[in-house]
């Protein structure tokens, strides 16, 4: 992605008890978001966690998805009017509350 990109990252803890579908999430979840989102959506990736940084160690969160726009008001103004659609969607593949971060691509 180029510098000056918004990337918005959907972060899943890892944690007891917690659980997530991959499977939905991929071919369910993001396929859908994809096509509420349009062209808005530049690119986007999921990634699956594996371990922590400590041998031995859990990954801090179970899964990751990142959308990335043009700038953070075609974010807003293409992901506002389906929110309500999207969130809905969640418990379908997790029990995880979702963390969301807004950054912008510096390199």
Same mark, same amino acid.
């Given at each position: 992605?180029?510098?000056?990109? %918004?990337?918005? @990252?959907?972060?899943? #803890?890892?944690?007891?008890?917690?659980?997530?579908?991959?499977?939905?999430?991929?071919?369910?979840?993001?396929?859908?978001?994809?096509?509420?989102?349009?062209?808005?959506?530049? &690119?986007?990736?999921?990634?699956?966690?594996?371990?922590?940084?400590? #041998?031995? @160690?859990?990954?801090?969160?179970? +899964?990751? &998805?990142?959308?990335?726009?043009?700038? %953070?008001? !075609?974010?807003?103004?293409?992901?506002? #009017?389906? +929110?309500?659609? %999207?969130? @809905?969607?969640? #418990?379908?593949?997790?029990? %995880?509350?979702? !963390?969301?971060?807004?950054?912008?691509?510096?390199?």
């Amino acid at each position: 992605m180029k510098k000056g990109t %918004i990337k918005v @990252s959907i972060l899943y #803890p890892d944690g007891e008890g917690k659980t997530f579908d991959m499977d939905y999430y991929c071919n369910k979840h993001v396929p859908m978001v994809a096509e509420l989102l349009g062209d808005a959506v530049i &690119g986007a990736t999921v990634e699956k966690g594996l371990a922590g940084g400590e #041998p031995g @160690s859990t990954a801090t969160y179970q +899964a990751m &998805g990142n959308l990335y726009f043009e700038s %953070i008001e !075609i974010f807003q103004n293409s992901f506002g #009017p389906h +929110a309500d659609k %999207i969130m @809905s969607d969640v #418990p379908n593949y997790t029990n %995880i509350e979702p !963390i969301l971060q807004i950054s912008e691509v510096m390199i």
